[in-house]
């Protein structure tokens, strides 16, 4: 039983365009999010969380968006660059616990 | 500063066989996670560890998987006796009480 999911296994856009990835849950007790970031032989890196109180939270050319009503979250990279070209994976906690529920990862391409 | 450091990087062993993966976390930090990382289920918590002590072990799938924190600087995942459904990526992370999980580099596991 998934309560993290992202749907895309993978995404390829132009350099220079908006990456869009996306992610839901199902568990309402999650309140804090992070993306994460992996390139390959290497260990996720964090990337941007963003916290149930709040919609939108900008670093950079990442920004996160989260619907909560929607149970829906989105990480936005503007304009993408060839070296953002990972697999992204979307993770979910309650506060108070330090235990994470990672999605399976999208596998972003970003064409020069 | 040191990250994350996991030993070995890849283990290739035959069915059966012990296999033992070894994780130093960042100094400092107070809490390990062990995951895996599979096509199938993606990155799942195995177990994790707060002042050296198991907090949760829900996560790691039957009796031939145990983890081992002895002391602050050093984790042990073993898996006894080893199954070719045991293959996949683990990785080891470490986080202090208010910051993110910082992951190690992982290690390929091949069971033959």
């Known amino acids: 039983d998934q309560q993290v999911k992202q749907n895309s296994p993978s995404l390829s856009v132009q350099e220079g365009r908006i990456s869009i990835l996306n992610c839901d849950y199902t568990?309402?007790?999650?309140?804090?999010f992070l993306w994460y970031k992996k390139y390959p032989a290497e260990g996720p890196t964090f990337l941007i969380s963003?916290?149930?109180?709040?919609d939108k939270n900008e670093d950079g050319r990442f920004t996160v968006f989260l619907n909560k009503s929607a149970k829906h979250l989105s990480l936005h990279i503007v304009p993408s660059q060839p070296g953002d070209s990972a697999v992204y994976f979307c993770?979910?906690?309650?506060?108070?616990?330090?235990?994470?529920?990672f999605g399976k990862g999208t596998k972003l391409t970003v064409n020069p | 500063d040191a990250g994350v450091i996991q030993s070995p990087r890849h283990e290739v062993t035959e069915m059966g066989q012990e296999v033992t993966l070894r994780c130093k976390p960042i100094?400092?930090?107070?809490?390990l996670f062990w995951y895996r990382q599979t096509m199938m289920r993606g990155l799942e918590l195995l177990i994790y560890?707060?002042?050296?002590?198991?907090?949760?072990d829900s996560g790691m799938p039957e009796d031939r998987f145990s983890a081992k924190m002895p002391n602050a600087s050093f984790s042990t995942l073993k898996i006894q006796p080893s199954e070719p459904r045991d293959s996949a990526v683990y990785f080891c992370?470490?986080?202090?009480?208010?910051?993110?999980?910082?992951f190690g580099p992982g290690t390929r596991l091949t069971v033959l």
């Open positions: 100094s400092g930090h107070n809490s």
């Open positions: 560890f707060n002042n050296n002590v198991p907090i949760d």
């Open positions: 963003i916290s149930s109180i709040k």
């Open positions: 993770a979910a906690s309650v506060s108070g616990s330090e235990k994470l529920v």
């Open positions: 568990n309402s007790m999650f309140d804090y």
């Open positions: 992370a470490s986080s202090s009480l208010t910051d993110t999980q910082y």
